[in-house]
């Protein structure tokens, strides 16, 4: 069940009035129904307007307004009609799945689900398909010491124990650098699996298959703004439309939504009573300890969680009861933390803080290499993080936030969860702490942007419905042939 279910007052385009509003209210009815529809026309236009800009390679939608920002090549080797011809059957896959659910609610909604997780999935290799060196871009991108480093790391591990204890001091490429040694442990099971090259390529699909799974925890995720089925299968497909999760196949980045999602929503489910709130304080505690194995940028996601504490604390009157809840339930996650961490110590000798400091070292050289203004950054992230996301995502949300705020009294759980997930997006670009590429560096946030959306755009049904959808669609296939997003040389 939703933390509170969010109720939607106005008829969706294309669907009946309930019970005698028709009647009572036929003017104001009317009024909504106009309104409804003059918002996907804004919506859609947007869209094309994007979509256009990219198709001409219009500067600077590629991100290149500033010299200290990032900004993503353009590109030519790829025909933007073979890009949409090799993405259509995924997107075929996804308008079935939000047919049938539009015809009715979905009885087996996890059919859907792993339709739609597929869908993202054949998305990922349908694209890398199209590239002009087809399957063999990504085994280059894989083995690559620059573009990701984690499986030309691992290739060079003698004993995974004595790198484990010496992971603090030991040599590593660029991105392993600044992470922890969960990426490269992760190739370097496929290594000794596999061998070369074959490891690069399963490791590979592995990553983007990884990714996908995101789609079927979104409906989990999805489940503390509402309870409706429909409103929860559009907000999976909308996510398994993120160009980001594409557009970087391969790159571990895909799988980090997974770990924010779950992050939020057992510490949501852990302050509640009973047993449920002690289970989810320890799949809590489990997943930061994965996190902390893996990637240490998702450490921003600390934030939303602090907001929300506050936020349930004024809930309940800020009473001892509800504080004791809280502490109990950061005690749970932080204690097992450190057993985790106490066992791979004593059995392997890794240090977990000398590991951090060492990140936090290479972060800095990587930062003073790139030079990126922190004025700069802080306006050139967000677009690009929208980028990330297709940019049809702002016109969704800026409607999103202009309803709620009008109904702000009664606007429900759902909206609040929706600002403390803006708030913590604000704060990570005011923070400076991850600046440049925010396309692939903040794609661990982008469900905080996706519900909200995919919630405005549930609203929607038929023809304007399947536009909108399809004008996705077009942006990720227009991302994909006229952007360069990733290339074993960067």
Request: hydrophobic share 55%.
């Amino acid at each position: 069940m939703p933390l509170e279910t969010e109720t939607t007052p106005l008829p969706e385009i294309g669907e009946a009035p309930a019970g005698n509003a028709s009647r009572e209210q036929p003017n104001a009815l009317a009024s909504d129904r106009l309104a409804l529809k003059w918002e996907a026309a804004a919506v859609l236009a947007v869209g094309i307007v994007f979509f256009l800009g990219v198709a001409f390679e219009v500067s600077p939608l590629n991100g290149s307004v500033d010299l200290t920002s990032w900004k993503w090549p353009w590109r030519n080797d790829i025909e933007l009609l073979r890009s949409i011809a090799f993405l259509f059957v995924p997107f075929l896959m996804i308008e079935i799945v939000l047919r049938k659910a539009e015809e009715r609610a979905p009885t087996r909604p996890w059919m859907s689900i792993a339709v739609l997780t597929g869908a993202n999935f054949l998305l990922q290799i349908m694209a890398m398909f199209a590239e002009p060196d087809g399957f063999g871009l990504l085994r280059r991108i894989v083995e690559s010491p620059l573009a990701t480093s984690y499986y030309s790391d691992a290739t060079r591990i003698a004993a995974v124990a004595t790198w484990l204890r010496n992971f603090d001091h030991a040599t590593l490429a660029f991105h392993s650098a600044t992470h922890p040694p969960g990426p490269v442990l992760f190739y370097y099971l496929f290594f000794r699996l596999f061998g070369a090259p074959l490891a690069a390529v399963i490791g590979g699909c592995t990553v983007g298959l990884l990714g996908s799974l995101g789609v079927a925890v979104a409906y989990a995720f999805a489940g503390l703004w509402t309870g409706d089925e429909r409103e929860k299968l559009t907000v999976c497909a909308l996510y398994a439309l993120l160009p980001a999760i594409t557009v970087f196949f391969p790159e571990f980045d895909q799988a980090y939504p997974i770990l924010s999602m779950l992050l939020i929503f057992y510490w949501c489910r852990s302050l509640e009573s009973g047993r449920a709130g002690l289970r989810a304080a320890v799949g809590f505690g489990c997943v930061l300890l994965v996190t902390l194995f893996f990637a240490y940028n998702l450490l921003a996601v600390g934030v939303f969680l602090a907001a929300y504490a506050v936020h349930w604390l004024r809930k309940k009157a800020w009473s001892r009861a509800s504080a004791i809840t809280v502490l109990q339930s950061a005690g749970a996650a932080c204690g097992i933390c450190a057993a985790g961490y106490a066992l791979l110590w004593l059995g392997a000798g890794y240090h977990p803080a000398g590991a951090f400091r060492r990140a936090l070292a290479a972060q800095r050289l990587n930062a003073a290499m790139w030079d990126r203004s922190y004025v700069a950054s802080i306006f050139c992230d967000p677009y690009d993080f929208l980028l990330g996301a297709g940019f049809l995502s702002l016109p969704l949300i800026v409607f999103y936030f202009y309803r709620g705020a009008r109904k702000l009294g009664a606007a429900g759980e759902g909206f609040t969860l929706s600002v403390i997930g803006l708030f913590t997006i604000l704060i990570v670009d005011l923070s400076g702490v991850l600046r440049g590429e925010a396309s692939r560096v903040w794609l661990f946030l982008q469900p905080l942007l996706i519900v909200p959306a995919a919630l405005e755009l549930a609203r929607f049904r038929g023809r304007w419905r399947t536009a909108l959808f399809a004008m996705q669609w077009l942006i990720l296939a227009c991302l994909k042939a006229r952007m360069l997003f990733i290339r074993p040389w960067t």
